[in-house]
């Protein structure tokens, strides 16, 4: 999806106008990999507009930053000023909003440590990520996402996606909207860029983050609003037949949302349809975030925007 660009980015502190948001080809990011970044939804609704669990992406920026050594001037208070500020001044909703420290131009080898760490914050239009309106028809990819003794799966690092970019790019190639990953024990780890549940019996099943899966936010959400729904649910490792036998799964994601799974390696997941629990927790999840029932976990932090855009 080609990016629809704003007016404004935040960058160590100030708004500065789009096309001016550059570094320099030597930028110790561009050779390592060197970034940890964000994605977060800011959602239209009846009275304006909520970006969605702003303080725990910017707690979890903060974390991953922590685990690769990567100091930031920045509480969690101030750079959720400044996610407000410049979603505020680019006056879009819906939209989404991509945080990002990472280590600038300094010096060159592997070592980060002297090259100064940036922060910006860039928000733009951006509309449904996985394809399929009826569904998305996945695989199980070749690829096994990274072991937990290589590389930190709990930081959402730039370095980390490379790996997703083969699981996306084999599905797409060989005709599937996604690709699933299994971990090093060959367990079921999470798709490309997304969570994964499976439903059974009931049941709410999902890998915990042991089998390499990124300790999602919307992933909590669903876990929050399954258990205040009365549905059973259990974290635990699962096999790569259970996606062949269950009920009903679904892939959740900032980008993805809550987006159920028609079929995996072109076997129908139940009967393909959006089962009743998926649809349950489906609607529970977009009535909070459109605004359509109360906000009862406080998830929403209130912006003003001059108007809606289509995305």
Known sequence: MALQTTTNIWHNGELIPWEKANIHVMSHVIHYGSSVFEGIRCYTQPEGAGIFRLTEHMQRLIHSAKIYRMPLPYTVEQLSDAV???????????????????????????????????????????????????????????????????????????????????IRMEAEINGYAEGIALDTNGYLSEGSGENLFVIRGGTLYTSPLANSVLNGITRDSILVLARQLGIPVVEQALPREMLYICDEAFFTGTAAEVTHLRSVDRILVGDGTMGPITSMLHKAFFDIVNGLAPDRYNWLTPVKVREAVAV
């Open 84 to 166: 407000v500020d410049v979603v505020e001044a680019n006056g879009v909703a819906p939209c989404y909003v991509r945080p990002i420290a990472f280590r600038g131009y300094g010096e060159i080898g592997v070592n980060p440590l002297k090259s100064p760490v940036e922060v910006y914050i860039a928000n733009f239009p951006w509309g449904k990520y996985v394809p399929g309106n009826d569904g998305a028809d996945v695989c199980i990819s070749s690829w096994n996402r990274l072991a937990p003794n290589t590389m930190p799966s709990l930081a959402k690092a730039g370095a980390n996606y490379m790996n997703s970019q083969l």
